[in-house]
């Protein structure tokens, strides 16, 4: 590889880490204020907005991951997995009614579990595409 195919690599999967990380965090602040809704109600409006944020995170680290998979070769498996947990925010947020909390608080563990595998993974990338 070239100097500047490297450092493109490197800056992309950067890019990744840091919206896994951020992924990850804006998750653990949607279970806070979740938590937070019961049993005497809670920010609501709270809960709904970390949930754009989420979308948008979470969509920035799938634009990440195709674009590591297209241009520098990562696993398909990891671009999968990342467009599998953006695609499960929108599921939740479709199912975030009180009506449907039986589906929804399943659902949060998968994406949570999801966003950690992802999160390990693109640690774990390091030097591996150099």
């Given at each position: 590889?070239?100097?500047?195919?490297?450092?493109?690599?490197?800056?992309?999967?950067?890019?990744?880490?840091?919206?896994?990380?951020?992924?990850?965090?804006?998750?653990?602040?949607?279970?806070?204020?979740?938590?937070?809704?019961?049993?005497?109600?809670?920010?609501?409006?709270?809960?709904?907005?970390?949930?754009?944020?989420?979308?948008?995170?979470?969509?920035?680290?799938?634009?990440?991951?195709?674009?590591?998979?297209?241009?520098?070769?990562?696993?398909?498996?990891?671009?999968?997995?990342?467009?599998?947990?953006?695609?499960?925010?929108?599921v939740q947020a479709a199912?975030?009614?009180?009506?449907?909390?039986?589906?929804?608080?399943?659902?949060?563990?998968?994406?949570?579990?999801?966003?950690?595998?992802?999160?390990?993974?693109?640690l774990s990338l390091g030097?591996?595409?150099?």
């Open positions: 590889m070239t100097t500047r195919t490297v450092t493109s690599s490197t800056t992309v999967v950067r890019a990744l880490q840091v919206s896994a990380v951020l992924t990850v965090v804006s998750l653990a602040f949607q279970f806070v204020t979740a938590g937070q809704l019961f049993p005497q109600g809670g920010p609501e409006q709270l809960h709904a907005g970390g949930a754009v944020v989420l979308h948008v995170l979470s969509g920035l680290t799938a634009i990440a991951a195709v674009q590591l998979r297209r241009r520098h070769g990562a696993p398909d498996g990891l671009a999968v997995l990342v467009v599998v947990v953006f695609v499960a925010t929108f199912t975030g009614g009180r009506s449907t909390l039986w589906l929804h608080v399943p659902g949060a563990m998968v994406l949570t579990a999801g966003a950690a595998w992802m999160l390990v993974w693109s030097r591996s595409l150099d």
